[in-house]
């Protein structure tokens, strides 16, 4: 399985297709709804964002409180779709990458290939399973937000899915409808 | 009149709280097993080890098996017979309160929808109470992620819509759930009652175990059908494709007015988490 670290360069994020496995390492950082809508307002009003977007990689995950001795809570992505609003704004300030669950909207879609970005899904709900590949957790920012402050995490081999690629390629549509063609033909030789 | 006093509320919600985040209940773990057998389509079959795996490093490392350790949903079977000690709310909220702090479990609620801060301690609770004949208290707590909550619907068919009206929009809800709830998903399903009541027997619906067969022949043939239905999209575990779409579904019935068709579409992930106490 091929290993990529985060911070992603533009040769990386482009060189990444739908349905790939990858594992990643290094840095990311965590935003949910409420960061991102303070994300736009910093933005709107001119003030620096929690940390310099260019080449980094969110990670939508509000992680459990950790336990003594631990790296980090439990920590699986949320729903991507709900961040749509505020990405295509992000990735026009140089995101390069997300880590989520779900499908995106067709502007989110349009902005990755324009700003040649990618999208990666991690199992939802494997979240205990998740936190091993966690190897540091750190509040940067509104910590006022509690389980939707702003988190540096450091990880370790953390296994995603290329789920949309630079060039708007779908794992998601893919994979349904290799599945259903595989049914349709069995189905069909089961006739014959 | 028995006695229950207000401490014993307490200390077993809290107790649920913690265990229903770390514990999936094992019908559900074995539903599991039983769809990564039947599954054929690889790459479904290895998101469902990955699954069955996180649900016991879960159980053996003391971890929530999900970080949204949801809304408390608690649901109280009061026995008329029971005499409660002190306020029966306020015990379950501490409850509640003392099992995701002392538990390590995250907390999701904000305390106004629209000014959204956090209240910092899972409270409150949504405490649906029943009174019921006897004298025990049965206490269940539910932990309701919103991933999938937030895929749920309610439709007020008109009746000449019958039986097919409330099987497309059961699929359809399916379909706009696509990849967003976490499949392979659990489905609580209300048919009647009024706008209010379908959505609570959806959620009670929900909360049932999997393996648990309708005790009306007519409402269990329907949950066969619409399981081998939703087994057909191709969504698959994490929307990757595949069969695994839904483990399990129930349909909750009840009497509603000569006007209405209504039907509810609660969605569960596969942590659809439960677990219940009787004091």
């Known amino acids: 399985m091929r290993e990529i670290t985060a911070p992603l360069t533009d040769e990386t994020a482009r060189s990444l297709r739908a349905g790939e496995q990858v594992l990643l390492s290094g840095t990311v950082y965590t935003a949910r709804d409420a960061a991102h809508l303070r994300m736009l307002d910093c933005l709107r009003e001119g003030r620096e964002l929690p940390f310099d977007v260019r080449g980094q990689v969110i990670y939508y995950a509000g992680p459990t409180p950790t336990p003594a001795g631990r790296a980090v809570g439990a920590i699986g992505p949320t729903t991507s779709v709900r961040m749509d609003g505020a990405t295509p704004t992000l990735l026009r300030e140089g995101l390069k990458g997300m880590i989520g669950k779900g499908q995106r909207s067709a502007a989110v879609v349009e902005a990755m290939r324009e700003c040649g970005a990618v999208y990666f899904a991690a199992v939802g709900g494997a979240a205990a399973l998740m936190a091993r590949c966690v190897t540091a957790c750190e509040v940067i920012a509104w910590d006022d937000l509690g389980a939707e402050s702003v988190k540096r995490l450091t990880l370790d081999r953390l296994p995603l899915v290329v789920a949309i690629d630079c060039e708007g390629r779908s794992a998601f549509e893919d994979g349904q409808r290799a599945y259903l063609e595989y049914m349709m033909e069995d189905k069909q030789q089961q006739h014959e | ?279």
Not at chain 2, 210 to 228: G, R
Not at chain 2, 272 to 279: D, E, K, Q
Request: proline share 6%; with cysteine; aromatic share 4%.
């Open chain 2, 1 to 279: 009149m028995r006695e229950i006093a207000h401490e014993a509320i307490t200390e077993a919600v809290a107790g649920l709280s913690v265990e229903a985040n770390r514990y999936l209940p094992e019908d559900l773990a074995r539903a599991l097993r039983e769809a990564r057998q039947a599954e054929e389509w690889e790459s479904a079959r290895a998101l469902l080890d990955i699954l069955i795996e996180n649900e016991q490093v879960a159980r053996r490392e003391e971890m929530p098996i999900c970080q949204d350790t949801g809304m408390a949903v608690v649901f109280a079977d009061v026995g008329q017979e029971v005499h409660i000690d002190g306020d029966f709310e306020a015990a379950v909220n501490e409850g509640v309160r003392r099992g995701y702090v002392g538990g390590l479990l995250r907390k999701s609620i904000v305390g106004d929808p629209l000014r959204r801060v956090n209240t910092g301690d899972n409270t409150p609770a949504l405490i649906h109470t029943r009174l019921v004949p006897g004298d025990r208290l049965r206490l269940t707590v539910a932990p309701k992620g919103f991933g999938s909550e937030n895929m749920s619907r309610v439709a007020m068919l008109p009746p000449a819509r019958g039986v097919e009206g409330v099987k497309d929009f059961v699929l359809e809800t399916v379909r706009l759930a696509g990849a967003n709830p976490c499949p392979p998903m659990v489905l609580g399903i209300g048919i009647g009652s009024d706008f209010e009541g379908v959505a609570g027997l959806a959620k009670r619906a929900l909360i049932q175990s999997v393996d648990e067969v309708n005790p009306d022949p007519y409402y269990a043939a329907l949950e066969k059908e619409l399981l081998e239905e939703i087994n057909r999209t191709g969504i698959g575990p994490q929307g990757f494709g595949g069969r695994t779409t839904c483990l399990g579904l129930h349909i909750l019935a009840a009497p509603t007015h000569i006007a209405s068709l209504p039907v509810a579409v609660n969605v569960g992930c596969h942590v659809t988490r439960h677990r219940t106490v009787t004091l």
